[in-house]
C-alpha cells in the first residue's frame, strides 16, 4: 500500500470520511472536517499509518 497526500478515507466502524495529510516532518495524520470545524488525529509515521488505515478505514 502506497500512501498518498489528500486522499479520502472513510472508518469502517463510523462511515466518517477523512482526509489523509502529509506534515513537512513526513507525518501522516487524519483529518475530519464537520460542522464544528477541523478535527485531526495523532500524527505518526508512515508504516504506522499503513497499519492504521489497512485496519479500519477503507478508500473512498
Not at 470520511?17 to 485531526?40: A, C, M, P, Q
Request: hydrophobic share 30%; aromatic share 12%.
Amino acid at each position: 500500500m502506497r500512501l498518498r497526500n489528500g486522499d479520502f478515507y472513510t472508518n469502517v466502524f463510523t462511515n466518517k470520511v477523512y482526509r489523509l495529510n502529509e506534515d513537512i516532518d513526513s507525518s501522516w495524520y487524519l483529518s475530519l472536517r464537520d460542522e464544528e470545524g477541523n478535527h485531526e488525529t495523532e500524527k505518526i509515521a508512515g508504516r504506522d499509518m499503513i497499519r492504521l488505515v489497512e485496519g479500519s478505514y477503507r478508500k473512498s
